[in-house]
């Protein structure tokens, strides 16, 4: 096959106005920075108070829902569901009722079970998963930050017959508030975050206990290693719950390797007085991540979205060092 | 009792020269803190190569062990070991043939440890012990950085017995390189240590193993909770191996409690779906951290260095919030 080097934009995406679900610190954040893009974006929140705040800052909010819904139906706009994990499924059925034609994604730190709440109201074929990995100890409308998504990466669920027309939506989107997108299939992320960001929470949280078990004294004396090593166990309690009890399955796995672990650590350490082997594994794991989030980034640019097995291809790519940037190498027709 | 409100500095305290055994991170950045405050001092590390760049930055140093023990001796200067914990008896031999006379402290991160090693040569009488609580991922003379120690909390051995004279040498050293001086008993500190320090280096390990683990892909997916929660984890294998295993016993403890509940919580996400326990009580440590952390330091003046019981007067102030700022409410003797 012969294939020019003439590097041009997908073909021209519409951008249709943006509906935001939940105006925590990552919908909240997603409503500013599309404000600051010139994007036409309206949202919804339950609270009162955080729809008084949103107002008060000049944005277009209401605590309405279905008619927060049949705004969207009207204007074919995208919607992205931006509420907490246990909520999903009420809000799905929402949509379902309300705006079923609406392309659909969401920002929740979990894919498969997202997407099978969306398989069970007949939507999946105007779904589009997707999770930026991005927040930070504080919550609320208050902590949004329409910069959050600046290089942050922006994973796009990239499942087998995923509809074309909707992932660009959706990357596109990603790609305006400056997030890098990296396609990956629904339940290869959730394995991913339980390891890379569930987990963390949990050891975050056992160290923390562990420290201040020795008393107040020991407290004072900590240092960088328990500081950061515990940052993520203060994040309010209900939204570390939310997202790890709804990637249950993943990080049971993931919690059971460490208990495996640590247990064999602690038997060397007791039978030979050395910690070598864990303290070895973790320094070559610590390495290669540093490595590899020092490499740049690899624009993919030999997929054409659409194209047969484009999914696997963009899968394949991810796991490669790709990202999506929307530019694509256009075949050559001669 | 009546005391008045003067403050006044204790009796004056003679500023010896400073014998430097290791020029390490902790022993260098000394080297260099001293240089900047006036006080005269001289080193030793083995290697020929850390000689010749501590040597070319201007500083005085030797690959001579018996030569610089005979010049502290001479000087009777405050000699500190800052070699890594593994070496720390022979380097305490050395002291107790060349320079059996001159104050002794050390800098590593076990205290129980070194004390048992400098009663068995003899020199319990000469010895405080001292762990400035202060460091970083990156190690050697390259490291050092004059000012490491400021506003670091430095851990001052109060052990029942303590010499009032070499104990106000130590701790006179520790506020002028700028710490925060924190007595405590060496036990003691092997605990609280095990727990803020050294289980948070095989936690990290273990966060970074699991997560890496998952393959390239999640690392690229892995933010700050990750990026933080390892951090310790890149430090040099050996240097984490010779500061963990000093304190076998301890770390044993607090790994064995890190496994029970770690267990505890897999038997909670796997039976109720929830992680509630583990991430209730990490929120509420890590709220306690904060707030200690946040607390302004107490400044003991209530104990004179050399009263009756003034090493468990000063352990309670420490457990208390009390820092050792050099200042003592003198007791008014009508």
Redesign the interface.
Known sequence: MCQSDRVTATSPQPRPSVCVLGLGLIGGSLLRALAATGRPAFGYNRSEATVAAAAESGFDVSTDLVATLARAAEQSALIVIATPAPTVTAIVAAVAEHAPRCPLTDVVSVKQPVADAVHAQGLSSNFVGGHP????ADSGWAATDPALFDG??W?VATDDGADPHVWRTVAQLALEVGSRV?P?ASD??D???????H???????????????????????????????????????SA??AM??AN?IA??N??????D???R??DQ??DE????I?????????????Q??ASADVPVTDVVIGSHGWEAALRDA????GVWTGQTRSANPG
């Open positions: 990995m991005a927040g930070s942050a990466v994973v990296i990956a290869e992320h394995r991913a975050v339980a390891g890379i960001s987990l963390p929470h949990l050891t975050a949280a056992v160290t923390a206990v562990v420290g201040a078990g020795e008393g107040e004294l020991a407290l004072r004396l900590a240092a960088g290693s328990f500081r950061d090593g515990t940052r993520v166990a203060g994040t309010k309690p570390q719950r790890l009890e249950d990080l049971l993931a919690l059971s390797e460490t208990i672990r640590l247990t650590a602690r350490l007791r007085g050395s910690v070598e864990l303290v070895d594994d973790g320094h070559r794991a610590r390495k290669r991540y540093e590899i989030n991810a796991r490669r060092g």
